[in-house]
T-cell receptor, first 110, second 116 residues
Framework: SQKIEQNSEALNIQEGKTATLTCNYTNYSPAYLQWYRQDPGRGPVFLLLIRENEKEKRKERLKVTFDTTLKQSLFHITASQPADSATYLCALESINDMRFGAGTRLTVKP | DAGVIQSPRHEVTEMGQEVTLRCKPISGHDYLFWYRQTMMRGLELLIYFNNNVPIDDSGMPEDRFSAKMPNASFSTLKIQPSEPRDSAVYFC??????????????FGSGTRLTVV
């Protein structure tokens, strides 16, 4: 069966460090992989989308890599700030079927 | 644009009652999705529409759930009769057909449903 796993339920890091979140999947061939941020009581907010034929994508302090051989995506936040504290969700999309991982709750301590 | 608008934000109802959740997608978006989020199961896709037509409702848990999209600017998710296990946050999301500009999905703020 299809499975999406995000490496840890929670991640705590110090302000200024780089946060690295992992998303692994099995039995899936996504056309797109997306990352979302979700704050308590709010809906997910789209951050980045990477296609199956792309290796890396950047947006300001965010970087996403996508390895379809390893079936893994890494999501990096450089120079992290307390305002980056939130739950981050990876989502795999194929022909309008988009499924989410359980999320990783990131806490950036000042 | 005001984004995806959902109403109500909170709904508390008694078991057995009918519940209707509403969604207004972003103007010009071709696709509309209904998701449900719980602590146990995370975000689950219930149903999605393309140009107001339901395409895949395989995620709808039971016949008690139904969804409609009478026009491009409005969709409803109905639960009848409601049960305590339906308690969750229900999200509506929409997106454009054009993926060339790397758009993801835009989610509403959700409806928190509590069935007592």
């Amino acid at each position: 069966s299809q499975k999406i796993e995000q490496n840890s339920e929670a991640l705590n890091i110090q302000e200024g460090k780089t946060a690295t979140l992992t998303c692994n999947y099995t039995n899936y061939s996504p056309a797109y992989l997306q990352w979302y941020r979700q704050d308590p009581g709010r809906g997910p907010v789209f951050l980045l989308l990477i296609r199956e034929n792309e290796k890396e994508k950047r947006k300001e302090r965010l970087k996403v890599t996508f390895d379809t051989t390893l079936k893994q995506s890494l999501f990096h936040i450089t120079a992290s700030q307390p305002a980056d504290s939130a739950t981050y969700l990876c989502a795999l999309e194929s022909i309008n079927d988009m499924r989410f991982g359980a999320g990783t709750r990131l806490t950036v301590k000042p | 644009d005001a984004g995806v608008i959902q109403s109500p934000r909170h709904e508390v109802t008694e078991m057995g009652q009918e519940v209707t959740l509403r969604c207004k997608p972003i103007s010009g978006h071709d696709y509309l999705f209904w998701y449900r989020q719980t602590m146990m199961r995370g975000l689950e896709l219930l149903i999605y529409f393309n140009n107001n037509v339901p395409i895949d409702d395989s995620g709808m848990p039971e016949d008690r759930f139904s969804a409609k999209m009478p026009n491009a600017s409005f969709s409803t998710l109905k639960i009848q009769p409601s049960e305590p296990r339906d308690s969750a946050v229900y999200f509506c999301a929409s997106r454009t057909r054009d993926r060339g500009i790397d758009y993801g999905y835009t989610f509403g703020s959700g409806t928190r449903l509590t069935v007592v």
